[in-house]
């Protein structure tokens, strides 16, 4: 049976914590979906293509397998999207006991409405302080944000000002 796992996120950029969390994901299912989701409670930086292109990219450039696929879903229930693809796994990356208590009743609901079980991953400690929104303040502000993404996306944000880094509409 071929094991099909989604990693969803906003993904607001991607980070060196997320493409840690997709190349353990990766080495653990047969394929792999990275799903960015529209989260209406989040402010947007960039545009939902913007975020799949340096996805691909990050994942690509990272040399991680020919599994992964990049994808967006916007309309619907996350596990509407499982269902449509085969997926009876979604993956998240844990931090902290805060992600747990945030992650915990979602993966809760997503198990009773679909039976689709969630797996919670440790990422590397070294990555333990590092979210979208911490580099998407650092960015805006006119920061250093290379430490904390893959390169493609540390080109795509350094020669972006301050004025350029406005909420995308989507
Ligand atoms: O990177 P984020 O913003 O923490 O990702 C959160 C996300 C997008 C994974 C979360 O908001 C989500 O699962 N959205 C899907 C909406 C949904 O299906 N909700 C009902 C069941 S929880």
Not at 6 to 13: K, L, T, Y
Not at 54 to 81: K, M, P, Q
Not at 89 to 102: C, E, F, N, T
Request: net charge negative; glycine share 8%.
């Amino acid at each position: 049976m071929r094991r099909i796992a989604v990693v969803p996120g906003s993904f607001d950029p991607v980070t060196l914590g997320h493409l840690d969390v997709i190349e353990r994901a990766a080495n653990l299912f047969d394929e792999l979906h990275v799903l960015v989701v529209h989260n209406p409670d989040k402010g947007a930086l960039l545009p939902i293509g913007q975020r799949v292109s340096l996805l691909e990219r990050s994942i690509s450039d990272a040399g991680l397998g020919g599994h992964i696929r990049v994808a967006s879903w916007s309309v619907g229930l996350l596990v509407d999207y499982c269902t449509d693809v085969g997926a009876t796994v979604l993956v998240k990356g844990i931090r902290s006991q805060v992600d747990v208590a945030y992650e915990t009743p979602m993966a809760i609901v997503n198990r009773n409405l679909a039976h689709v079980e969630t797996v919670f991953l440790l990422p590397d400690p070294a990555h333990a302080h590092v979210s979208s929104s911490l580099v998407r303040q650092v960015a805006a502000l006119g920061g250093d944000v290379t430490p904390y993404v893959p390169p493609a996306v540390g080109e795509y944000l350094q020669p972006h000002t301050s004025v350029d880094l406005v909420p995308a509409a989507d």
